[in-house]
Every structure is written in structure tokens, then in C-alpha cells.
């Protein structure tokens, strides 16, 4: 759990923006792969916010190393990739 803490504090602290969730963990050989759910643009309605998923690396120790936006989705909107229309 601590180093789900520290990749949304330091992506938070890089990107400037407030991670949400962590939407998927896997450790891998190098330390841990993430995909963090960010609150890009807030709107009103809150559905209508704009929301990104990024791509988060860790090394073992649980240092950021790096990260990339995977997409970008308004909240209210199903994925097409989990099955929803």
C-alpha cells in the first residue's frame, strides 16, 4: 500500500494534478507498473470532467522513474475497452 501512496504523491507532485485511484498494479522485474486515474479538467456536471489514465513506473524501492498519459475520457462515459457502450 505505501507504494501506491508514494507513485500518487510523486505523479502528483510531477504532473501538478490530483491522482484519484490507481485503477491497476503489477510488480515487474525493475520495481512496479501502474495505471493512475487523474483528474485533469474539472466540470460541471462532475460526468462531464475530463479524467486521464497514466502509465506509472516504479523501481523496487518505489521511486517514480517514469510515467506517460495512456488516455483521456470525460468521468461520465463508459471504456469500450472494459466491455461498456
Given at each position: 500500500?505505501?507504494?501506491?501512496?508514494?507513485?500518487?504523491?510523486?505523479?502528483?507532485?510531477?504532473?501538478?494534478?490530483?491522482?484519484?485511484?490507481v485503477?491497476?498494479?503489477?510488480?515487474?522485474?525493475?520495481?512496479?507498473?501502474?495505471?493512475?486515474?487523474?483528474?485533469?479538467?474539472?466540470r460541471?456536471?462532475?460526468?462531464?470532467?475530463?479524467?486521464?489514465?497514466?502509465?506509472?513506473?516504479?523501481?523496487?524501492?518505489?521511486?517514480?522513474?517514469?510515467y506517460?498519459?495512456?488516455?483521456?475520457?470525460?468521468?461520465?462515459?463508459?471504456?469500450?475497452?472494459?466491455?461498456?457502450?
Open positions: 500500500m505505501e507504494v501506491l501512496r508514494q507513485a500518487r504523491g510523486q505523479l502528483a507532485e510531477l504532473t501538478g494534478l490530483e491522482a484519484e485511484s485503477s491497476s498494479f503489477e510488480q515487474t522485474e525493475d520495481g512496479w507498473s501502474l495505471e493512475v486515474e487523474v483528474l485533469e479538467l474539472s460541471v456536471p462532475d460526468t462531464m470532467s475530463l479524467m486521464g489514465s497514466y502509465q506509472v513506473e516504479l523501481d523496487r524501492e518505489g521511486q517514480l522513474t517514469g506517460r498519459r495512456v488516455r483521456r475520457y470525460e468521468r461520465g462515459r463508459a471504456d469500450p475497452r472494459a466491455g461498456g457502450r
